[in-house]
């Protein structure tokens, strides 16, 4: 499965913004899929991730109920939407594909190449 990550940008603080990740092949609704988020000199973190349906989503404290997954298995894509934007949720942003529904970097097998948001004052 290839991955592209879409949607990126800067925005003031209490915008928002929607990333897009595009995945390739055939299978994608075989994967839960996650988003994560790295900033510069800091490891990557878990933000939110959704079970292969869609019926199912768990998010990082930091970002509940300002950020929503969710998913189109028929357009192959899974969605972040993000609101009231912080100036802490200045990241990279990556979706990745894992065979479960876990929250670990290493549970997730494949990446894509991240996006950048910057979230101003």
């Known amino acids: 499965v290839q991955l592209q990550a879409s949607g990126g940008g800067l925005v003031q603080a209490g915008g928002s913004l929607r990333l897009s990740c595009a995945a390739s092949g055939r299978t994608f609704s075989s994967y839960g899929m996650g988003w994560f988020r790295q900033a510069p000199g800091k490891e990557r973190e878990f933000v939110a991730r959704?079970?292969?349906?869609?019926?199912?989503?768990d998010y990082a404290d930091s970002v509940k109920g300002r950020f929503t997954i969710s998913r189109d298995n028929a357009k192959n894509t899974v969605y972040l939407q993000m609101n009231s934007l912080k100036i802490d949720d200045t990241s990279v942003y990556y979706c990745?594909?894992?065979?479960?529904?876990?929250?670990?970097?290493?549970?997730?097998?494949?990446w894509g190449q991240g996006t950048q948001v910057t979230v101003s004052s």
């Open positions: 990745a594909a894992a065979r479960g529904f876990g929250v670990r970097t290493e549970e997730y097998i494949f």
């Open positions: 959704i079970s292969r349906g869609g019926s199912s989503t």
